[in-house]
């Protein structure tokens, strides 16, 4: 059996670390292009990206040095993960270094110095009550998770962002769109949707002025046999 995948959260030390990141527009780019599909090559993101190869390599390499990027990990299918029941449960422990030591446990949340938001997978209930007694801690609430829906989670920085329709400052999480191996970023649904709209238009007339000129060349021959 796989065991899932150990997520450990600490939210108090993320923050603050977040906020000494210092990422600029093509940093981000990067990072959202990569969370799309981690095994893109080098040319294939500096392709997409409309920036060098040499541009590319630095910036994954400075990305990588600064702890931004942390690693490549390879996506699961979820259902592997989730042969086993998950269980979320609020606890208290005054210690909770030990909480790391049980594979069980998939993820961990502090709340408070104390008090933390567990998610243990287990088989049946006497792995959990294994779990529990030994882990030593005290359950304050349990819950069975009966789905887990996955949400992608986007960097949270603030970067000065140029919206690829409007050209306005996005505020905010950017809307991102892929379209011919590109990467846009939008500021609100509606330039998304223009966007789209204007690149449709722009196919259409391509698709048109091939016909003329398909027609044309039809033409001619007629006229070269007649
Ligand atoms: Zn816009």
């Known amino acids: 059996m796989e065991t899932p995948t150990r997520k450990i959260l600490y939210f108090e030390s993320k923050l603050?670390?977040?906020?000494?990141?210092?990422?600029?527009?093509l940093d981000l780019r990067l990072i959202y292009l990569l969370m799309d599909n981690a095994r893109l090559s080098i040319s294939e993101i500096a392709e997409r990206l409309g920036v060098s190869r040499p541009t590319v390599k630095a910036r994954l390499e400075k990305l990588e040095k600064e702890g931004v990027i942390q690693g490549y990990t390879v996506k699961l299918n979820p259902n592997l993960l989730r042969a086993h029941n998950v269980i979320a449960m609020i606890i208290k422990t005054d210690y909770p270094?030990?909480?790391q030591e049980f594979e069980e446990i998939i993820e961990i949340n502090r709340f408070t110095s104390k008090k933390y938001l567990i998610k243990v997978a287990i088989e049946n209930m006497e792995e959990l009550r294994r779990v529990i007694e030994e882990a030593g801690f005290e359950v304050l609430e349990i819950m069975p998770i009966l789905e887990s829906i996955e949400?992608?989670?986007?960097?949270?920085?603030?970067?000065?962002?140029?919206?690829?329709y409007c050209g306005k400052e996005i505020v905010g999480e950017p809307i991102v769109y892929k379209y011919r191996n590109r990467i846009y970023f939008f500021c609100c649904p509606t330039c998304l949707r223009e966007f789209k709209k204007a690149r449709e238009n722009l196919e259409k007339f391509k698709l048109s002025k091939k016909k003329q000129e398909i027609n044309h060349t039809h033409n001619g021959?007629?006229?070269?046999?007649?």
């Open 16 to 25: 603050s670390t977040v906020e000494e990141m210092k990422l600029d527009e």
């Open 97 to 99: 270094e030990k909480l």
């Open 151 to 164: 949400r992608k989670a986007s960097p949270k920085v603030k970067v000065p962002f140029k919206c690829d």
């Open 221 to 226: 021959k007629n006229y070269l046999h007649n």
